[in-house]
């Protein structure tokens, strides 16, 4: 049996056998693939790094967080590649002369969005890539559109950075107002309905707020009323006990009564001296005293007695007991007639208490984003003078946009080689193919096996000096065509070279 390496030099005979043929399927397929890799268009690429700084101790104070700087940034390496800036590239570079109305800036815009890839390769630092691979252009002007587009995207980038911030400001100021003003109207027009409520039904109770609240606070100063006009008659039932118990005149002189009087009168003419009034209640209560004085004189003088002052004294806060039961009383009969009032008022027209109810509850709906719309447009107002004055972020250029010297891709030499080595592969996997469909006997061991007979012997090729310079010249030509094909390929790599510095 025959062994590996056997098998090995019986394929490598019927490959040198059919060399020519291996030769030809290599020139074939390297021809092919050559022209195939020269279609490609080379690619170039011009990069350009920038750095952003987000920190402004006054941002953080007016409430610009870090967080809130970042998605600012974010935002705008989001909109660069947005259609209206795709079109500002268009016209601000040499693609301008390569269009002639909108629609060709909108095609050329839409086509460079792929070639354009902006990356936060870490925090706050960006970088651009502008890739052109047109085969419609040169290779110098790949290269000089490539390093234009990236120019112009940092243009953009640093615009959008001063300008972005000032010009969101100035339109949601502009909403903001418009808001307040429709806001301002719908206030005002609820605030006149419910001033016209409040006068239309103003005499039904008096206080503030919706009826519902008014006949909460009407019951709650009921209930009040109650509890001081307990206290008020107990304490008159006192004051009339002792007075009950205490007798209106003193056995003795009487000119000690007519002094108890002229002192009153002469307390009374003090007061009114000093500038207090008739209403004033301590005037009241001299009144009150002099007159019970009066009146027990001539009761005293009758009897021959002298007017008691504890008497005096104590029918004096007898009368302003009573006198505060007659008003707790009379405050009492009032709020209960308008509490009835308003009873009856309800049951007449049930909806009078729910429509006033909606009218402050909306004019306070309204009232509450009014307050918050101004003060919003406050913070805008404040939030954009400090990103406008102030430097909001600091746009630093670390890489300026690169000079492409040789396309990014392909990488035509090695795409070259390769090439050759698949055509080579090509020819001997072709030549190996054909042996195995047409198969020789390159032993008497294989002849044996195929036949089934024995081999008795074989014959050895001899070949005379014509015929061996024969085969040196066709190896020759074998030699020279396959030095011609590798000789292809490092003449094109060189070819590729020379353009690559020409460009």
Known sequence: MPSLYDELLIALHGVWNRRWLALSVAWAVCALGWLAVSLIPNAYESKAKVYVATQSVIQDKVGISSVEQQKNLDA????????????????????????SSDADVAARAGSLKDKIAIVSTEDNLFEITTTMADSGNSDRTNARLANQIT???LDIFQEENITGNRDETKQGLAFLDQ????????????????????????GIL????????????????????????????????AMNGQLAGTPATIA??????????????????????????????????????????????????????????????????????????????????????????????????PGLASEGERLDRDYDVLKAQYDKLLADRGDVRMRGDVQSETKGAAFRIIDPPSVPTAPASPNRPLLLVGVLIV?????????????????????????????????????????????????????????????????????????????????
């Open 423 to 503: 055509g080579i592969g090509a020819g001997i996997g072709a030549a190996f193919v054909l042996g195995q469909v047409h198969p020789t006997f390159p032993t008497a061991i294989r002849l044996a096996k195929a036949a089934g007979l024995p081999v008795i012997g074989t014959v050895t090729e001899t070949l005379n000096a014509a015929q061996v310079a024969e085969r040196k010249h066709k190896l020759k030509l074998f030699a020279g065509a396959s030095g011609a094909l590798g000789a292809a390929c490092l003449l094109l790599i060189v070819v590729e070279f020379i353009q690559r510095g020409m460009a």
């Open 76 to 99: 705008i390496r989001q909109t660069l590649g947005s259609a209206e800036n795709l079109e500002k590239i268009v016209r601000g570079t040499d693609l301008a002369g390569t269009v």
């Open 151 to 153: 120019q112009k995207l």
């Open 206 to 237: 008096p206080g503030a707020g919706s009826i519902s609240d008014r006949m909460a606070a009407a019951q709650t100063e009921l209930n009040q009323i109650d509890s001081q006009l307990m206290g008020a008659q107990s304490a008159l039932a």
């Open 179 to 202: 808001q307040i003003a429709q806001t301002g109207k719908a206030l005002a027009a609820a605030e006149k309905k419910r001033v016209e409520f409040n006068q239309q039904f103003a």
């Open 252 to 349: 003795g002189a009487g000119p000690s009564g007519t002094s108890a009087l002229t002192q009153a009168q002469g307390e009374l003419a003090s007061a009114k001296a000093r500038g207090w009034t008739d209403n004033h209640p301590d005037v009241i209560a001299m009144k009150r005293q002099i007159a019970a004085l009066k009146a027990a004189g001539g009761g005293a003088a009758a009897n021959g007695g002298t007017p008691n002052p504890a008497y005096l004294s104590i029918k004096s806060m007898q009368a302003e007991r009573a006198a505060a039961v007659q008003a707790l009383a009379a405050r009492k009969a009032q709020i209960q007639s308008d509490l009835s009032a308003v009873t009856a008022r309800q049951i007449a027209d």
